[in-house]
């Protein structure tokens, strides 16, 4: 007789057997995507050159970076040599100016050049107003002065002093009012009828008990013409000199200055023959070209880095959702390149640099300074990029990971001795001031001790202490000493000591094979070579599924992927 039950006991056992079934399917499309996922994680990570035996992909970011190394380097070049002909054209001018306008001037005498007695007052502003005069018959250079209109313009000689006061030092008593007059007297280079009695300086009276300045002021105007050897237009100059003779301290020594800003023009009306226009515009058409590349290098860096952001996202939804957890912000930032972030910055700064370079070049601008700064970084920049390239080799890339790794420490203890070395600035910049050229001011403080640090004219610092003040004196050796015996020997030991051990835990953990984060743990289980074709996306629509399981040989490794 047939068991009743047996039809329900063999259903429950069909559906017994295709639950089992069904669990492994979705357990095998589980396993498929996580490799899957694991393989593109991979591929992100590859240096340029298993790219291409993965996909064939060309390292164009690669060989944009190379030619971009190259014609930016030439371009820095070019414009350096331009830009130091401007600054030795502002220098040589400023020099002959206080050779021209300064009595008995000579270059060593440049810090302390200063008149004691009115009569050398007179005198030397009696100098700069003869000169002025006769400037075109005694200049070797191309100057000239300044129109306004039909008329050259004047030269200024302006006294500032005191309102009114009375000044007693034998009685220990004065009185003062602090209100400041100026009163000046203009010279016509070619004198008018109407300035003749103020070209006369016995009408300009200085009030030497409460005078606190004497400036005179002129401006004079020449032609940068080497640049024309350079295939360069020439630029026009405009010097506004000021030469002051300072009287505020009232200690018996008026010291004199000469100092000048320099406006730089294009020329109104000029003819360049000898050279050809196509010459001077050449560099033009070099700098578009850089800034065509940069552009071109740019997008691509941009790309890439969007590209390692979406990444970076999906890996967390990914890991959050097949293993229940959260990613690390150390394994997120890995996805971050930093070398791609370097490379934007430079790229930005070279085409704004350039840009600056052609309108300079075309006589619209003429910001050297602020278009050397550009360039010179962002050339910087390009070249320490290289180093991206160089860490793909084992024996350059353990000194990459090393300051990375070290870089956080760092900046901590950086900014622990920097505490101890901004209390020795300010110590020695209000106690030994007064007696030391290098603690005048709380810059050359710094830039002094920096130097004691990397052990530079540390001899002439403690030889050039006056001695004035023995109790100063004393205290300026205890002071040097301990600051010397505190940075050398131990603060810069230690500083050696964090990135030598850092170094050593980097070098260990390569030599023992151990990934050190669970990002690169993850990938490491994928055992696919660059050049097993499994990376290969036909459309972007396939996707090789089963290439991190070891087989037997590569041509069933083909098949399957």
């Keep these: 007789m047939d068991d009743p039950d047996a039809p329900y006991l063999a259903f429950n056992d069909l559906n017994s057997n295709g639950g089992s079934m069904w669990s492994d399917i979705l357990a095998r499309q589980e396993q498929r995507e996580v490799e899957s996922f694991r393989r593109k994680l991979k591929y992100f990570f590859m240096n340029p050159c298993e790219k291409y035996r993965a996909r064939g992909r060309k390292p164009w970011k690669l060989m944009l970076q190379i030619i971009k190394i190259a014609v930016i380097t030439i371009q820095l070049v070019s414009f350096g040599l331009s830009n130091q002909m401007v600054v030795t054209f502002k220098e040589e001018n400023l020099m002959a100016f206080k050779h021209l306008f300064l009595k008995d001037y000579t270059h060593h005498s440049s810090n302390s050049y200063a008149v004691y007695t009115q009569a050398e007052v007179y005198a030397h502003l009696s100098y700069i107003v003869d000169r002025f005069l006769r400037l075109r018959n005694i200049t070797v250079g191309n100057h000239a002065y300044e129109k306004d209109g039909h008329y050259f313009t004047p030269l200024l000689m302006c006294q500032q002093f005191y309102h009114n006061g009375s000044i007693l030092p034998g009685n220990e008593t004065f009185e003062i009012d602090a209100q400041v007059e100026e009163e000046c007297l203009e010279i016509y280079p070619i004198q008018l009828p109407t300035t003749m009695e103020g070209a006369d300086l016995s009408n300009f009276t200085l009030q030497f008990k409460r005078l606190l300045e004497v400036n005179v002021y002129f401006t004079l105007k020449a032609i940068n013409l080497q640049t024309v050897q350079h295939h360069e237009l020439p630029d026009c100059y405009d010097f506004s000199i000021t030469i002051r003779f300072n009287n505020r301290a009232h200690s018996g020594q008026i010291k004199v200055d000469l100092d000048n800003d320099v406006d730089i023009n294009e020329c109104r009306d000029w003819k360049v023959t000898g050279a050809s226009p196509k010459n001077i515009y050449y560099t033009v058409l ?259 599924l089963f290439c991190c399981v070891r087989r037997p040989n590569d041509l069933q490794e083909r098949l399957e992927c």
Aim: proline share 2%.
């Design 286 to 544: 070099f700098d578009v070209v850089i800034i065509l590349t940069c552009l071109a290098s740019l997008v691509l860096c941009t790309r890439s880095v969007s590209t390692g952001v979406q990444l970076q996202f999906e890996y967390r939804a990914f890991f959050l959702r097949h293993f229940g957890k959260l990613v690390s912000w150390s394994d997120r930032m890995e996805f971050i390149n930093g070398w791609y972030i370097l490379i934007v910055i430079s790229d930005i700064l070279t085409i704004t640099g350039s840009v600056l370079k052609i309108a300079i070049q075309l006589k619209a601008l003429t910001s050297y300074d602020i278009c050397s700064i550009l360039l010179g970084t962002g050339t910087m920049l390009v070249w320490i990029g290289v180093l991206r390239y160089m860490g793909y080799f084992k024996k350059y890339n353990i000194l990459i990971i090393t300051l990375r790794a070290a870089f956080p420490n760092v900046i901590r203890f950086c900014c622990c001795a920097a505490m101890i070395y901004l209390g020795y600035c300010f110590c020695g910049w209000i106690v030994l001031g007064p007696y030391h050229d290098k603690f005048r001011s709380l810059n050359t403080v710094t830039e002094c001790l920096f130097s004691l640090i990397n052990g530079d004219d540390m001899f002439a610092t403690f030889k050039n202490m006056q001695q004035k003040s023995y109790l100063v004196w004393l205290f300026s050796r205890v002071y040097l000493y301990t600051f010397v015996s505190l940075f050398i020997y131990m603060v810069l030991s230690l500083f050696i000591t964090l990135i030598t051990d850092t170094y050593e835990t980097i070098k260990q953990q390569q030599s023992d094979g151990e990934p050190v984060s669970e990002l690169q743990a993850f990938i490491s289980e994928c055992k696919d070579h660059p050049s097993s074709g499994c990376y290969r996306v036909e459309g972007r629509s396939s996707t090789c």
